[in-house]
């Protein structure tokens, strides 16, 4: 980390059983050993749950964008997750009276979702789109007065079989977060995205790499 | 008749008879004592006579056992925190009492020496009735037990001063008071001797070489006779030690009652302490207990029959006399009415001292004999009233109380743990230092000195003592504790304590650490509530680390270390009852094996259900 990046990432990544994963396990070989970014395992750092706050809160204000990496589980995050939101997130600290540690920072989610988008719809199986169930993260990072990224989201992962299928997704996830590192954010540009995903692919033409 | 056995075998029946009816009936074992005495004496069946009078001195010892053991229960700090009532109430209780019977007497015609002597000597209460009496009804370390305690303390040290001024209110005969001060010291070498600074010297020395053998030195021999494990050598020495004090305290003059009380209270912060206890208790309730039998039988009711009406107005007077100065007393010092009562009934009486004192009135010429005999037998009605007392302000006076009066106070002597651990060796300390880092007040027992030092350096409170005697496990405070926590080593003594411990405290929890699976069925049969494994734990760990190094994640080998857990105490549960059969070892073994192989094999069956089947399956969500 010799270089001065504009924006430090810092993934918090949870998934219970990563040895059986296919997706995850080649989104985090992407990005992990990236300069400027910071990785943490949290199943792998805290097996008991006993999650050192004061160690989480030290590494979030050394870092200007939170990625939370994980599966999309029951409409929500690994219970890891939750966790390490409900303790780290403390009052006084990241929201309430005097708790502006986090303010101005950028939040964002990275998920992988076994169905497709059009399962995400009204007419389809899960009726409401994924961004209104990442509604409670939109809110988390406002409430810390955070701004909220639209999340990267892999979908229809049963679809995805071959390596190269996948590292469609995963090379384009590195490109997100090489790009939010090097980049001045342009929030509102982002927001009229609702993946980040299409973000990307739409500064493709403009921006070469 | 005379032979010995023969005295202590009446002595001993009485108290056998009379004290578990006198309990039974909720009158306490000093009322029961006191009749015991009274029925064997010499006006009713005659089985003792004079002697008891020996008997008497000789058990007076008790009551220096008993401030021995006080002053263990009292640390140096909580002893200075009560300076304020020793000093005040003890100082005013003294002086007023003095003073107001001097007046009495000045006014019955006595000379003011006459009445200023009978004054000081009545002034004084019982110690040995007011304590024993306070503690068998757990009212000691109530504000009005620490009180009469306090008042008690500034009287046994008031005697010195008395012993000194008694001689002075004498008709001037030579060479009569330097022969009974010999009498009262019962030491062929008397310091009166000396010149005063002289004396003042010898007695700084007496109590600094305590303090200095108490703090510093006694805890070596302690070890050293610990280390030989020889349980008689230790009681020895624990006597040793009392008697030892006793006789330098009389040596210099000093009461013998006073300096063992102080160097129980040196003693106090000792990991001897709850051994110390446990061997002298027993002495120290027998001794009590001759005592209070000797004054019984020491009443002389044949002086009463001629004075019935005399006798009968001056114990009433004496009692009615001081009750009314406790009284007003405890109201000055600010005390909540029902603790008054208590306060003031229980030091109503004149104590044992006023029997030394009032002979030794006599020998100096103070006063002539018929007058002694008439006040000490005053005295011990006196005394023998005490109890009936106590029992008429607990069972008429205290009910008129509201109950907001008799909230327990808070600033009493509360050093009672919650948990009492039994073994501090590799693995007791762990639990100790858990318990400890979340400010558990743990008592912990070892039976190894070597062991007890190490660990007392870094702060914790270990005292020695061998936890299968029930004496130290209540001294220990087994009785009010919560948990036992048993993790010595060695399985057939930890399951005899793990039975004593069932037997005499069955409200106590046990969390034992058992040696292998036989042991943990013995452990399950005797009612232990909760049962460790004592390698199972870290093995588990160790495991899991192994998994860790194997390539599995870290959440998967925790995982898989708490799946073999659960499924090995399920199965060693289910598996109990079939433990203890005629042929339970083969049966055993033979389980143990089949166990070991399902539990291995249904592992693997059920890997994917425990490990999270669902948390790699997209199941199209």
């Known amino acids: ?209 | 008749m005379d032979s010995f056995l023969f005295q202590a075998f009446i002595y001993l029946l009485a108290a056998v008879v009379s004290v578990p009816i006198a309990k039974r009936l909720g009158l306490g074992s000093v009322l029961g004592y006191l009749f015991a005495g009274i029925i064997i004496g010499p006006f009713v069946f005659k089985f003792v006579g004079v002697e008891s009078e020996a008997i008497l001195h000789f058990a007076e010892f008790g009551v220096v056992m008993m401030l021995f053991l006080i002053g263990l229960e009292l640390r140096p700090e909580l002893l200075w925190r009560l300076r304020g009532p020793i000093l005040g109430l003890g100082g005013l209780q003294v002086a007023v009492t003095t003073v107001v019977i001097l007046l009495i007497g000045f006014i019955f015609g006595f000379t003011w020496k006459v009445s200023l002597a009978i004054g000081l000597i009545l002034a004084l209460s019982s110690t040995a009735i007011v304590l024993q009496t306070l503690n068998e009804k757990g009212l000691i370390k109530t504000q009005a037990g620490q009180s009469s305690f306090s008042v008690l303390l500034f009287q046994d040290i008031a005697v010195i001063p008395i012993l000194a001024v008694l001689p002075l209110l004498a008709a001037p005969i030579l060479g009569t008071a330097e022969h009974s001060v010999e009498q009262i010291h019962h030491a062929g070498f008397s310091i009166e001797a000396l010149p005063g600074w002289q004396q003042a010297i010898l007695v700084a020395l007496v109590i600094a070489t305590i303090i200095i053998i108490g703090r510093f030195l006694v805890r070596y021999v302690f070890r050293f006779i610990a280390e030989t494990r020889l349980r008689e050598i230790f009681t020895a020495f624990a006597l040793f030690l009392v008697i030892g004090i006793a006789l330098a305290m009389q040596l210099v003059g000093l009461s013998a009652a006073l300096g063992t009380f102080l160097a129980g209270v040196v003693l106090a912060d000792s990991e001897y302490r709850h051994e110390l206890e446990s061997d002298i208790e027993p002495f120290k309730g027998l001794l009590l207990g001759l005592f209070f039998i000797s004054v019984g039988a020491s009443i002389d009711f044949n002086l009463f029959a001629e004075e019935p009406y005399l006798i009968v107005g001056l114990v009433a007077g004496l009692i009615v006399i001081k009750l009314v100065i406790l009284f007003v007393l405890g109201f000055v010092f600010k005390m909540s009415r029902s603790q008054n009562f208590l306060f003031a009934f229980s030091l109503a009486q004149s104590g044992e001292f006023a029997f030394v004192l009032f002979s030794f009135a006599t020998q100096n010429n103070v006063m002539p004999v018929p007058l002694a005999d008439t006040l000490i037998l005053v005295v011990a009605l006196s005394m023998a009233l005490t109890p009936v007392l106590m029992i008429f302000n607990e069972k008429l006076l205290q009910p008129r109380f509201s109950t907001l009066d008799q909230r327990p106070e808070s600033d009493t002597i509360d050093e009672k743990n919650p948990v009492i651990i039994a073994g501090f060796g590799r693995f007791g300390q762990i639990v100790g230092r858990l318990l400890h880092a979340n400010n558990i007040g743990t008592t912990v027992l070892d039976s190894k000195p070597s062991q007890i030092e190490m660990v007392r350096r870094f702060g914790y409170k270990v005292f020695y003592g061998d936890a299968s005697r029930v004496e130290l496990l209540h001294s220990a405070g087994a009785g009010e504790a919560k948990l036992f926590i048993l993790t010595i080593g060695d399985k057939d003594k930890a399951l005899e304590i793990a039975k004593t411990v069932k037997n005499q405290f069955p409200n106590l929890k046990i969390l034992a650490r058992a040696y292998d699976r036989r042991n943990t069925y013995e452990l399950m049969d005797i009612g232990v509530e909760v049962i460790q494994r004592e390698t199972f734990g870290s093995a588990l760990e160790l495991g899991a680390s192994a998994l860790k190094l194997l390539g599995f994640r870290n959440y998967q080998a925790h995982r898989a270390a708490l799946t073999f857990k659960h499924h090995d105490e399920t199965t060693l549960v289910d598996l109990h009852e079939h433990f203890g059969d005629d042929e339970a070892f083969l049966l055993q073994t033979r389980l143990k094996n089949q166990d070991l192989f399902e539990l291995l094999s249904s592992d693997e069956e059920d890997k994917d259900e425990t490990m999270g089947h669902s948390w790699e399956r997209p199941g199209g969500m």
Not at chain 1, 3 to 10: D, F, P, S
Not at chain 1, 27 to 55: M, Q
């Open chain 1, 1 to 209: 980390m010799s270089r001065n990046y504009k924006n430090k990432i810092l993934v918090i990544f949870a998934h219970p059983a990563l040895e059986k994963s296919r997706i995850n396990v080649e989104l985090c070989r992407a990005i992990k050993n990236l300069d400027g970014i910071t990785f943490r395992d949290l199943y792998e750092i805290y097996p008991d749950f006993l999650i050192d706050v004061k160690e989480e809160q030290r590494l979030l204000l050394d870092h200007d964008i939170i990625v939370l990496q994980h599966p999309f589980y029951w409409y929500s995050c690994p219970a890891i997750i939750k966790e390490w939101i409900d303790l780290v997130l403390q009052y006084g600290f990241a929201y309430g009276h005097e708790g502006t540690a986090l303010a101005g920072k950028h939040m964002m989610s990275a998920i992988s979702v076994g169905a497709s988008e059009d399962a995400y719809t009204e007419n389809g199986v899960h009726y409401y789109h994924v961004r209104e169930f990442l509604r409670p993260f939109e809110r988390t990072a406002a409430l810390c007065n955070m701004n909220y990224i639209p999340p990267f989201v892999v979908h229809h992962t049963s679809d995805l079989v071959t390596v190269e299928d996948i590292s469609v997704f995963s090379d384009l996830y590195k490109k997100v977060l090489i790009s939010l590192r090097d980049k001045d954010i342009d929030i509102k540009a982002m927001n009229e995205f609702k993946y980040i995903n299409d973000y990307m692919l739409d500064q493709y033409e403009s921006w070469s790499v």
